[in-house]
């Protein structure tokens, strides 16, 4: 599926109408202008626009494009099955507008305690939250963990899978992705990233720090808060 969107300046998202019980995962890319490349950030799909029920972002388009081709397409390996070739999808396009003026952002949603619940289990020993965007990094010192150790991050206040940025362990990058999903739920329960063991440092800890940013002007008025824990196992 191809189509064409009028470009005005102004922040684009794409919104889903999704069937029920699907397994496809629609990937979205630019056609017109050039060079193809992918539609979205900071993610490259559709991946969980089903189960947020919210619009995901399109990439800013460079400056003075005034149309923009989309082109939508489903994975190769389901265009067989006959029960997902029935199921219809929707799509639609939209332009948003940062708030004029700067409003408060809502208190920061704590970390769970625990997770896991069977071996590993995970216990917080350490976290810190910040609000974006006065503050695009957040910096948690901890003692070094005695077992595996997870790190977790999310955002909210509008923010929440919408930031992406970069991983830091006393000074050097780790290879693990900083994107900042919803807060942790029940429901959804806790998505971490395991970080490699780290010697501590000349004062006994381990410094954790993460740096997030958008490729999007509009999130600079979009105020919400960037969450960091830090957990450690017990066995």
């Known amino acids: 599926m191809t189509f064409e969107v009028k470009v005005s300046g102004k922040p684009l998202a794409i919104m889903a109408d999704c069937p029920s019980r699907t397994r496809l995962v629609p990937q979205v890319r630019i056609v017109r202008p050039g060079p193809d490349q992918w539609a979205l950030t900071p993610r490259s799909s559709l991946i969980k626009v089903c189960d947020t029920h919210m619009p995901i972002d399109l990439g800013p388009f460079s400056s003075g494009t005034?149309?923009?081709?989309?082109?939508?397409?489903?994975?190769?390996?389901?265009?067989?099955?006959?029960?997902?070739?029935?199921?219809?999808?929707?799509?639609?396009?939209?332009?948003?507008?940062p708030p004029a003026t700067m409003p408060p952002a809502p208190s920061p949603v704590p970390p769970p305690r625990?997770?896991?619940?069977?071996?590993?289990?995970?216990?917080?020993?350490?976290?810190?939250?910040?609000?974006?965007?006065?503050?695009?990094?957040?910096?948690?010192?901890?003692?070094?963990?005695?077992?595996?150790?997870?790190l977790v991050i999310y955002c909210d206040g509008g923010l929440a899978g919408r930031l992406t940025g970069e991983v830091h362990v006393n000074g050097r990058r780790q290879d693990v992705e900083a994107y900042c999903p919803e807060p942790p739920s029940e429901r959804g329960g806790v998505g971490y990233s395991v970080l490699t063991p780290a010697r501590p440092g000349p004062d006994g800890k381990v410094t954790v720090k993460v740096t997030l940013w958008s490729k999007i002007s509009g999130y600079e008025r979009r105020p919400g808060n960037l969450t960091v824990a830090v957990y450690d196992s017990t066995r």
């Open 66 to 97: 005034r149309r923009a081709k989309l082109s939508i397409t489903m994975p190769k390996a389901l265009k067989s099955d006959p029960g997902e070739q029935a199921k219809k999808w929707r799509f639609g396009v939209y332009e948003w507008t």
């Open 114 to 150: 625990s997770f896991g619940g069977t071996p590993p289990e995970f216990r917080l020993i350490g976290s810190k939250s910040a609000v974006w965007p006065a503050a695009r990094e957040v910096t948690v010192t901890v003692p070094p963990p005695g077992g595996q150790w997870a």
